[in-house]
């Protein structure tokens, strides 16, 4: 059904170039990092990771303070980024079941009746490709190939799945994880180019692979999506960036990401790209703070991944488009749901009928800075929501750590912060503000009452 409708995008293009006189659509470039942290960049206050290309990006672009993937876990932020929609709908969270994300025995993944982002504008006449990490499903129909791209290169799940037998446990939190550890393959286009994947050299391959494919597709637009398998654990670093950082690993492995941006914007720039290219770059949840000192650091921001309070889904995201996106610091709540309507928009590609959209369209915010009215972001943990925020406040309905620890804890009337007065959420005002308290809870009750769950993916 999904093709049918698509197929009459490329006409809306042709007749939105007449019409408005664009020489050329943009193209886009969106840069998913894996559990890299709020606080992970220099830009962000880390007082030793050095990251000059992402620092340079945001002084030339503009950085979001309150950005938001729309999970606290790989999965489904991923499914929610591809099709603008909470994971829920397309039932890539956990329902019922004790998995959170995609195991390489997992029967599910990305149902083909989805419509992501890389159809609407591959049907509208853009070159589309993945590079990267995938974790949407390895059967036919869930496959990159299968959900809009032309071309596809990298692991098609997490780095630490396919652990050989044998391995010692915790191993892939360790500062020298051993590179036979797994053997999760590297595949392009569905085929199978290296088993075990060579970890070391994943940064620089997916380097390789998105220059490779901005440089053949510059006479027309391109939407690339790299999808970097780094800094979830275990951590490597190609020869020239290992023990470099004073961060230690994890700090070499965020700095060759941040010089894997900034090939990426030079080639760019080198091709005569940048001013018609959109690159966004920001992270798939928050840090994995139980792998100690393999894992990142959500600044101020309370707990990290697997979690909904702000570090658990508060990343850092830097937009960049010289000559049309102004130098700016937005401080809109903006989150990942929002990147498909928005490209669509950016694009003048007409969104596809019949699809119910979570984002909205937020190109006058990040291109004029205008302001938008509040609108409620849900943060679900599962299939469940344990928060809402609307404008400046935040009502924790539920709360739990990521990882470990005891059960969720259910709050009544709920816990209520003001993120702006306080970022890292540790003083409730629920007692003095009960009419907000209870406008988010009504907001929570109608999205719990109007939102149908999708077949559930993950069992």
């Known amino acids: 059904m999904k093709r049918l409708f698509l197929h009459g995008l490329l006409f809306v293009w042709i007749f939105g170039v007449c019409t408005h006189g664009v020489a050329r659509p943009p193209n886009f470039v969106v840069i ?139 191993a892939a939190m360790s500062p020298q994880p051993p590179a036979d550890g797994w053997n999760v393959p590297l595949l392009r286009n569905g085929t199978v180019v290296e088993q075990p994947a060579d970890q070391t050299l994943l940064t620089r391959r997916y380097t390789d692979e998105s220059l490779a494919f901005i440089r053949a597709h510059k006479e027309r637009p391109f939407f690339l999506y790299l999808a970097h398998s780094m800094p979830h654990v275990p951590l490597f670093a190609s020869p020239r960036f290992k023990g470099r950082s004073a961060r230690g690993l994890y700090g070499d492995t965020v700095e060759e990401i941040d010089a894997s941006t900034g090939e990426i914007l030079a080639a760019l720039r080198a091709e005569g790209l940048a001013e018609n290219t959109l690159v966004i770059f920001t992270s798939d949840n928050g840090p994995w703070l139980t792998q100690g000192s393999q894992g990142g650091s959500a600044g101020l921001l309370r707990e990290g991944k697997g979690s909904t309070w702000e570090g658990g889904m508060r990343v850092p995201c830097i937009a960049w488009m010289p000559g049309t996106l102004q130098p700016s610091v937005i401080s809109e709540p903006v989150s990942a749901l929002d990147i498909f309507p928005t490209l669509a928009a950016i694009a003048e590609i007409a969104l596809p009928k019949g699809v119910e959209l979570d984002g909205r369209n937020v190109a006058p915010v990040v291109l004029e800075g205008a302001s938008m009215p509040d609108r409620p972001f849900f943060y679900y943990r599962g299939d469940e929501i344990y928060a809402c925020r609307v404008g400046p406040w935040k009502l924790h309905v539920r709360t739990r750590d990521g990882y470990g620890g005891s059960a969720a804890e259910v709050h009544n009337p709920g816990l209520l912060y003001h993120l702006p007065n306080d970022p890292s959420e540790r003083h409730d005002r629920a007692a003095n503000h009960p009419e907000v308290v209870a406008r988010l809870r009504g907001l929570i009750a109608a999205q719990q009452a109007s939102v149908r769950p999708g077949p559930p993916q993950l069992q």
């Open 32 to 170: 998913f990092t894996d559990d890299l942290g709020y606080g992970d960049l220099g830009v962000q206050g880390h007082p030793s990771l050095r990251t000059p290309n992402l620092d340079r990006m945001a002084a030339e672009g503009a950085r979001f303070t309150d950005f938001y993937s729309a999970a606290p876990v790989c999965t489904p932020s991923r499914a929610a980024l591809l099709t603008g929609r909470y994971p829920l709908r397309s039932g890539m969270c956990q329902m019922g079941s004790s998995r959170s994300v995609l195991f390489p025995n997992s029967p599910g993944g990305l149902p083909p009746g989805e419509v992501t982002v890389a159809e609407l504008l591959r049907e509208a006449g853009y070159a589309t490709a993945h590079v990267g990490k995938w974790h949407l499903g390895i059967h036919p129909g869930s496959r990159p190939q299968d959900q809009g791209f032309d071309q596809t290169f990298g692991l098609p799940y997490s780095n630490d799945m396919d652990a050989v037998p044998g391995l010692t446990k915790g």
